[in-house]
């Protein structure tokens, strides 16, 4: 019999079991439709909660959801995020640092830049000369004014929050504006049909729910994708060699502090600190790989990092294993979150991985059981691709660094820790800048204006012998590099300061759109 798909049930909660909720209900969830979206979660058991870092793609998300950006960031404790700076990765001196800003450089698409940066710029770096951005976050200044409308901004944003407010935040709009049902329950048992698809969940506290599609939201339990339906983890720890984090929250020494609106991320002996700045506090951790250091050395490095207050501070330790599952949809089961994999949070690839996997499933949403064996191959292909594309671009990061003070480094740099992938784009991008030839599938998850960001800020060279530009080339680009210059003038003159415009988005909120 080929039935319908009607009623959706998520097991597990936390951000991934409300965002793929709430993109779902959004979509589908009407009453003519007949389709319920149902959301199982364990009242015993929380959410990691430390995912604090988003994409632009952020906006997007909310947007489909139909929830205000006023409404989200005072509930959210949220702030603005217009990229990633990189300090002491390079070769770990005080004053080595880069930026991934998240706008593309002047001019890309039409011109590219690496060229005459390379032969014009000399002691400028590279987002520095093509992108206005570095100087707005440097400045610590907002990507956008009171007045400009929800969602819209003068420099592209995304968002650092604190996960556990958004959590909440998103459970009271998805069960009170988008109508999911909402069941707390500790799922004991998973009930298969004939078929081997799973028929139902069964709980302590609420019996037997029963479902058409299953989500599986529960974590690096994965108790239905892995457990209960047996798809292996696949390990990349050969790749990428973090494998623990000291997590921490530190209050401002005063509540006028500045805001970064940038994550930074400080290179250490064996791994990274980050460093994010909400409201009325920061986030700070120490990602590492406890093959380099010991869990006692990366604590007292954090505390050191974190200053004073670190000597007293509560810290919380949370396990890594960097990979993903074999298969992220088997049956009528799909796994959505850190219940599909997980890796370092160097890019704030988690979050991002949830919307695009909501994104999907909302937009493709299966309509009968014959046809939910094509979606699971198409939702299968196009994630697999991801998650190795992800892994190439965390581990560019470090085959491009020259610290020696710790093996962590050094091993980073060994040849067969490398993907042959991202080995083949290196030797490519000896002669020519990474571009958007290299990246042809509609599933890119960084674009070429990423890698540039990475490559040149780490100081890899281009060999100008084969750049060639001509003379209207440099010509445009001289255009380009002037018009930047004049941008950032621009924007530092315009722009407010961070936590001044947090302030008046609390206190009179920002225009609908």
Request: charge should be neutral.
């Amino acid at each position: 019999m080929n039935q319908h798909i009607k009623h959706i049930v998520i097991v597990g909660g936390g951000a991934a079991g409300w965002i793929t909720a709430g993109r779902i209900a959004a979509r589908h969830a009407r009453a003519d439709s007949g389709i319920t979206v149902t959301l199982v979660e364990s009242p015993t058991i929380g959410p990691i909660g430390v995912g604090e870092g988003t994409w632009p793609t952020m906006r997007g998300t909310l947007m489909k959801m139909g929830i205000s950006e006023t409404d989200f960031m005072r509930e959210c404790e949220a702030t603005f995020k217009q990229g990633a700076k990189f300090a002491r990765w390079v070769d770990g001196t005080a004053d080595d640092y880069y930026y991934h800003p998240l706008m593309l450089p002047q001019g890309f698409g039409q011109l590219d830049l690496v060229p005459y940066w390379q032969t014009a710029c000399a002691g400028r770096s590279y987002s520095d000369s093509v992108c206005l951005q570095e100087q707005v976050c440097e400045h610590g200044l907002a990507p956008k004014m009171i007045t400009t409308p929800e969602y819209a901004s003068v420099a592209n944003y995304a968002y650092h929050l604190d996960a556990g407010k958004f959590v909440g935040f998103l459970t009271r709009h998805c069960t009170g504006k988008l109508g999911v049902t909402h069941i707390q329950g500790d799922v004991t048992a998973v009930r298969s049909s004939p078929d081997g698809d799973i028929a139902a969940v069964v709980t302590a506290q609420q019996g037997e729910i029963a479902g058409d599609l299953f989500i599986d939201c529960t974590g690096f339990s994965s108790l239905l994708l892995g457990k209960h339906l047996g798809v292996p983890f696949v390990d990349r720890n050969d790749v990428l060699f973090i494998d623990k984090a000291i997590a921490a929250q530190v209050p401002y020494e005063r509540e006028d502090a500045p805001i970064a609106s940038h994550t930074i991320s400080t290179g250490q002996a064996a791994g990274w600190i980050w460093d994010i700045g909400l409201v009325n506090r920061r986030g700070i951790g120490y990602v590492y790989s406890s093959r380099h250091t010991s869990d006692e050395q990366a604590e007292a490095a954090l505390r050191a990092y974190i200053g004073p207050a670190g000597k007293t501070i509560g810290t919380r330790s949370i396990p890594i294993r960097s990979g993903h599952r074999q298969l992220f949809w088997k049956n009528n089961c799909v796994a959505v979150g850190l219940a599909a994999g997980f890796l370092e949070p160097l890019e704030a690839s988690a979050l991002v991985l949830v919307e695009l996997s909501a994104d999907m499933l909302a937009e493709q949403l299966p309509a009968t059981r014959d046809t939910v064996d094509i979606a699971a191959r198409r939702f299968n292909e196009t994630f697999l691709y991801r998650w190795d594309r992800i892994i190439d671009f965390l581990k560019l990061h470090y085959i491009l660094s020259k610290r020696t003070d710790n093996a962590f480094w050094i091993d980073n740099r060994a040849p067969e820790t490398i993907p042959d992938s991202l080995k083949d784009l290196m030797r490519l991008w000896r002669y020519r800048p990474p571009g958007n030839c290299d990246f042809t599938s509609n599933n890119e998850v960084f674009p070429a204006a990423s890698y540039q960001y990475v490559l040149y800020g780490m100081g890899f060279r281009t060999d100008p012998a084969f750049l060639r530009p001509s003379a209207g080339e440099q010509r445009a680009a001289q255009e380009h590099l002037s018009h930047n210059s004049a941008a950032v003038k621009k924007a530092l003159k315009m722009l407010p300061p961070h936590r001044e415009l947090i302030a008046k988005i609390h206190a009179y909120g920002l225009p609908a759109v």
